[in-house]
């Protein structure tokens, strides 16, 4: 079992920059990839960002790539996503995930546990 607990979030400038922090509980952290999500209001949830258990490889939506980066420090359980050059488009509730593998979770399929979520507003 694993319990993610995102923060973070908040309000920001159009340009500016956030990092969402989601740490996570249980021993068995540094076996999970981990991705981000967000979900607009009115909109489906969609993948943002993912990273395999050893942090040898990264995935990134389209819309996030070279903007966001995704991070891990196994030896403190916690999953990082710097997000810079913010736009409002980026509005959204985000949401920390754990699974298996980080290019199923790219897919948007394989995802075991789930945090509650931190909103992360953008204004122009």
């Known amino acids: 079992q694993v319990q993610l607990v995102e923060s973070g979030g908040g309000l920001v400038q159009a340009g500016g920059s956030l990092r969402l922090s989601c740490a996570a509980s249980?021993?068995?952290?540094?076996?999970?990839?981990m991705g981000w999500f967000r979900q607009a209001p009115g909109k489906e949830r969609e993948f943002v960002a993912a990273?395999?258990?050893?942090?040898?490889?990264?995935y990134y939506a389209d819309s996030v790539k070279g903007r966001f980066t995704i991070s891990r420090d196994n030896a403190t359980n916690t999953v990082y996503l710097q997000m810079n050059s913010l736009k409002p488009e980026d509005t959204s509730v985000y949401y920390c995930?754990?699974?298996?593998?980080?290019?199923?979770?790219?897919?948007?399929?394989?995802?075991?546990?789930w945090g509650k979520g931190t909103l992360v507003t953008v204004s122009s």
């Open positions: 995930a754990a699974g298996q593998y980080a290019n199923t979770m790219m897919r948007g399929v394989g995802m075991e546990y």
């Open positions: 249980g021993r068995t952290f540094s076996s999970y990839a």
């Open positions: 990273i395999s258990w050893s942090a040898r490889s990264t």
